[in-house]
T-cell receptor, first 116, second 111 residues
Framework: EAQVTQNPRYLITVTGKKLTVTCSQN?????MSWYRQDPGLGLRQIYY???????DKGDVPEGYKVSRKEKRNFPLILESPSPNQTSLYFC???????????????FGNGTRLTVT | SQQGEEDPQALSIQEGENATMNCSYK?????LQWYRQNSGRGLVHLIL?????REKHSGRLRVTLDTSKKSSSLLITASRAADTASYFC???????????FGKGNQVVVIP
Protein backbone atom coordinates (compact mmCIF):
# COMPACT_ATOMS: atom_id res chain seq x y z
CA GLU A 1 0.00 0.00 0.00
CA ALA A 2 1.34 3.41 -0.99
CA GLN A 3 1.86 5.44 2.14
CA VAL A 4 3.83 7.91 4.19
CA THR A 5 4.72 6.51 7.59
CA GLN A 6 5.62 8.69 10.54
CA ASN A 7 6.79 7.57 13.94
CA PRO A 8 6.03 7.97 16.71
CA ARG A 9 2.37 8.93 16.68
CA TYR A 10 2.57 10.59 20.07
CA LEU A 11 5.63 11.88 21.90
CA ILE A 12 6.00 13.64 25.23
CA THR A 13 9.45 14.92 26.11
CA VAL A 14 11.23 17.48 28.23
CA THR A 15 12.94 20.69 27.22
CA GLY A 16 16.40 20.15 25.78
CA LYS A 17 16.20 16.41 25.17
CA LYS A 18 17.09 15.71 21.55
CA LEU A 19 14.53 13.80 19.55
CA THR A 20 13.95 12.52 16.04
CA VAL A 21 10.66 11.99 14.27
CA THR A 22 11.02 9.53 11.42
CA CYS A 23 9.27 9.71 8.07
CA SER A 24 9.36 7.15 5.31
CA GLN A 25 7.54 6.88 1.97
CA ASN A 26 7.31 3.87 -0.32
CA UNK A 27 6.23 5.65 -3.51
CA UNK A 28 9.68 6.62 -4.83
CA UNK A 29 8.74 10.28 -4.47
CA UNK A 30 11.38 12.92 -5.06
CA UNK A 31 9.80 15.66 -2.97
CA MET A 32 9.30 15.45 0.79
CA SER A 33 8.28 18.05 3.33
CA TRP A 34 7.60 18.64 7.00
CA TYR A 35 4.75 20.78 8.30
CA ARG A 36 3.59 21.77 11.72
CA GLN A 37 -0.04 22.49 12.48
CA ASP A 38 -1.11 24.80 15.27
CA PRO A 39 -4.61 26.09 16.13
CA GLY A 40 -5.39 29.29 14.28
CA LEU A 41 -2.17 29.16 12.26
CA GLY A 42 -2.93 26.40 9.80
CA LEU A 43 -0.11 24.36 8.30
CA ARG A 44 3.31 25.92 8.17
CA GLN A 45 6.19 24.36 6.32
CA ILE A 46 9.33 23.64 8.31
CA TYR A 47 11.71 22.11 5.75
CA TYR A 48 11.44 20.45 2.40
CA UNK A 49 13.60 18.31 0.18
CA UNK A 50 13.62 18.26 -3.61
CA UNK A 51 15.61 15.03 -3.77
CA UNK A 52 18.37 13.06 -2.05
CA UNK A 53 20.88 15.39 -0.35
CA UNK A 54 18.86 18.47 -1.35
CA UNK A 55 17.04 20.21 1.51
CA ASP A 56 15.83 23.74 2.05
CA LYS A 57 14.14 25.86 4.68
CA GLY A 58 10.43 26.44 4.75
CA ASP A 59 8.59 29.14 6.64
CA VAL A 60 9.48 28.11 10.20
CA PRO A 61 12.82 26.24 10.20
CA GLU A 62 14.25 27.59 13.47
CA GLY A 63 14.96 24.86 16.00
CA TYR A 64 14.70 22.01 13.48
CA LYS A 65 17.07 20.01 11.32
CA VAL A 66 16.44 17.50 8.56
CA SER A 67 18.44 15.14 6.42
CA ARG A 68 17.76 13.28 3.18
CA LYS A 69 20.39 10.59 2.80
CA GLU A 70 18.04 8.17 1.10
CA LYS A 71 15.11 8.86 -1.16
CA ARG A 72 12.54 7.19 1.07
CA ASN A 73 13.48 8.74 4.44
CA PHE A 74 13.24 12.30 5.68
CA PRO A 75 13.70 12.50 9.46
CA LEU A 76 12.94 15.64 11.46
CA ILE A 77 15.40 16.37 14.25
CA LEU A 78 14.87 18.64 17.23
CA GLU A 79 18.30 19.12 18.79
CA SER A 80 17.04 20.97 21.86
CA PRO A 81 13.24 20.97 21.97
CA SER A 82 11.41 23.83 23.64
CA PRO A 83 7.77 24.16 24.73
CA ASN A 84 6.96 26.38 21.73
CA GLN A 85 7.64 23.36 19.53
CA THR A 86 4.66 21.57 21.03
CA SER A 87 2.57 20.92 17.95
CA LEU A 88 1.12 18.42 15.52
CA TYR A 89 3.70 17.51 12.88
CA PHE A 90 3.07 16.11 9.43
CA CYS A 91 5.41 14.62 6.89
CA UNK A 92 4.31 14.66 3.26
CA UNK A 93 5.67 13.56 -0.10
CA UNK A 94 4.90 13.98 -3.78
CA UNK A 95 6.34 12.71 -7.04
CA UNK A 96 7.79 16.10 -7.91
CA UNK A 97 7.84 19.54 -6.33
CA UNK A 98 4.39 21.18 -6.30
CA UNK A 99 5.23 23.75 -8.96
CA UNK A 100 7.14 21.35 -11.26
CA UNK A 101 4.31 19.00 -11.91
CA UNK A 102 0.71 18.83 -10.91
CA UNK A 103 1.22 16.11 -8.34
CA UNK A 104 -0.55 16.19 -4.98
CA UNK A 105 0.99 15.71 -1.58
CA UNK A 106 0.55 12.46 0.34
CA PHE A 107 0.51 12.99 4.09
CA GLY A 108 1.48 10.83 7.02
CA ASN A 109 -0.88 10.46 9.96
CA GLY A 110 0.94 12.97 12.08
CA THR A 111 3.05 13.08 15.23
CA ARG A 112 1.65 14.91 18.23
CA LEU A 113 4.60 16.29 20.15
CA THR A 114 4.41 17.77 23.64
CA VAL A 115 7.48 19.45 25.13
CA THR A 116 7.28 20.21 28.85
CA SER B 1 4.24 32.29 3.70
CA GLN B 2 0.63 31.15 3.79
CA GLN B 3 -1.47 32.55 1.01
CA GLY B 4 -4.56 30.47 0.70
CA GLU B 5 -7.37 31.89 2.80
CA GLU B 6 -10.61 29.99 3.12
CA ASP B 7 -13.96 31.61 3.79
CA PRO B 8 -16.12 30.94 5.78
CA GLN B 9 -14.02 29.53 8.61
CA ALA B 10 -16.73 27.25 10.01
CA LEU B 11 -19.86 25.87 8.45
CA SER B 12 -22.63 23.79 9.96
CA ILE B 13 -25.20 22.20 7.65
CA GLN B 14 -27.83 19.49 7.61
CA GLU B 15 -27.15 16.21 5.89
CA GLY B 16 -28.24 16.38 2.26
CA GLU B 17 -27.52 20.10 1.90
CA ASN B 18 -24.71 21.51 -0.20
CA ALA B 19 -21.61 23.01 1.38
CA THR B 20 -19.61 25.75 -0.34
CA MET B 21 -16.21 27.03 0.72
CA ASN B 22 -14.16 29.77 -0.86
CA CYS B 23 -10.44 30.33 -1.04
CA SER B 24 -8.54 33.43 -2.09
CA TYR B 25 -4.88 33.78 -2.88
CA LYS B 26 -2.48 36.59 -3.68
CA UNK B 27 0.04 35.55 -6.33
CA UNK B 28 -0.01 33.81 -9.69
CA UNK B 29 -0.38 30.07 -9.35
CA UNK B 30 0.47 26.89 -11.21
CA UNK B 31 -2.31 24.92 -9.58
CA LEU B 32 -4.67 25.00 -6.63
CA GLN B 33 -5.49 21.96 -4.53
CA TRP B 34 -8.09 21.08 -1.92
CA TYR B 35 -7.44 18.73 0.97
CA ARG B 36 -9.60 17.23 3.71
CA GLN B 37 -8.51 16.56 7.26
CA ASN B 38 -10.46 14.41 9.70
CA SER B 39 -9.97 15.29 13.35
CA GLY B 40 -6.18 15.61 13.71
CA ARG B 41 -5.36 13.00 11.09
CA GLY B 42 -3.23 13.51 8.01
CA LEU B 43 -4.57 15.59 5.15
CA VAL B 44 -6.04 13.76 2.20
CA HIS B 45 -5.89 15.18 -1.29
CA LEU B 46 -9.31 15.77 -2.83
CA ILE B 47 -8.87 17.56 -6.12
CA LEU B 48 -6.36 19.60 -8.09
CA UNK B 49 -7.23 22.29 -10.60
CA UNK B 50 -4.65 23.74 -12.95
CA UNK B 51 -4.35 27.45 -13.57
CA UNK B 52 -5.71 27.05 -17.13
CA UNK B 53 -8.81 25.20 -15.94
CA ARG B 54 -12.00 26.86 -14.74
CA GLU B 55 -14.00 24.00 -13.31
CA LYS B 56 -13.41 20.44 -12.28
CA HIS B 57 -15.59 17.67 -10.88
CA SER B 58 -14.84 14.60 -8.83
CA GLY B 59 -17.83 12.64 -7.55
CA ARG B 60 -19.81 15.01 -5.30
CA LEU B 61 -17.06 17.63 -5.42
CA ARG B 62 -17.03 20.59 -7.75
CA VAL B 63 -14.15 23.05 -7.80
CA THR B 64 -14.05 26.32 -9.66
CA LEU B 65 -11.10 28.60 -10.24
CA ASP B 66 -11.20 32.26 -11.20
CA THR B 67 -7.63 33.41 -11.79
CA SER B 68 -8.74 36.98 -12.53
CA LYS B 69 -10.18 37.21 -9.02
CA LYS B 70 -7.54 34.93 -7.54
CA SER B 71 -10.18 32.77 -5.94
CA SER B 72 -11.49 29.24 -5.90
CA SER B 73 -14.56 27.54 -4.49
CA LEU B 74 -15.20 23.99 -3.37
CA LEU B 75 -18.75 22.70 -3.49
CA ILE B 76 -19.76 19.46 -1.79
CA THR B 77 -23.17 18.36 -2.99
CA ALA B 78 -25.62 16.22 -1.01
CA SER B 79 -23.45 16.30 2.07
CA ARG B 80 -23.14 13.32 4.40
CA ALA B 81 -22.17 13.04 8.06
CA ALA B 82 -18.88 11.52 6.88
CA ASP B 83 -18.03 14.82 5.16
CA THR B 84 -17.55 16.40 8.58
CA ALA B 85 -13.94 17.52 8.47
CA SER B 86 -11.65 20.50 7.94
CA TYR B 87 -11.01 21.52 4.36
CA PHE B 88 -7.87 23.29 3.22
CA CYS B 89 -6.96 24.96 -0.01
CA UNK B 90 -3.33 25.07 -1.07
CA UNK B 91 -1.60 26.85 -3.92
CA UNK B 92 1.51 26.04 -5.91
CA UNK B 93 3.25 28.94 -7.60
CA UNK B 94 5.84 28.86 -10.36
CA UNK B 95 9.38 28.94 -9.02
CA UNK B 96 8.23 28.27 -5.47
CA UNK B 97 8.97 24.74 -4.40
CA UNK B 98 6.16 24.44 -1.91
CA UNK B 99 2.44 24.36 -1.35
CA UNK B 100 1.05 27.28 0.63
CA PHE B 101 -1.88 26.20 2.78
CA GLY B 102 -4.76 28.25 4.06
CA LYS B 103 -5.92 28.06 7.66
CA GLY B 104 -8.70 25.62 6.96
CA ASN B 105 -12.46 25.56 6.93
CA GLN B 106 -14.31 23.40 9.44
CA VAL B 107 -17.46 21.76 8.12
CA VAL B 108 -19.93 19.96 10.38
CA VAL B 109 -22.67 17.93 8.73
CA ILE B 110 -25.53 17.20 11.10
CA PRO B 111 -27.26 13.86 10.49
Amino acid sequence: EAQVTQNPRYLITVTGKKLTVTCSQNMNHEYMSWYRQDPGLGLRQIYYSMNVEVTDKGDVPEGYKVSRKEKRNFPLILESPSPNQTSLYFCASSRKAPDRENSPLHFGNGTRLTVT
Amino acid sequence: SQQGEEDPQALSIQEGENATMNCSYKTSINNLQWYRQNSGRGLVHLILIRSNEREKHSGRLRVTLDTSKKSSSLLITASRAADTASYFCATASYGNNRLAFGKGNQVVVIP
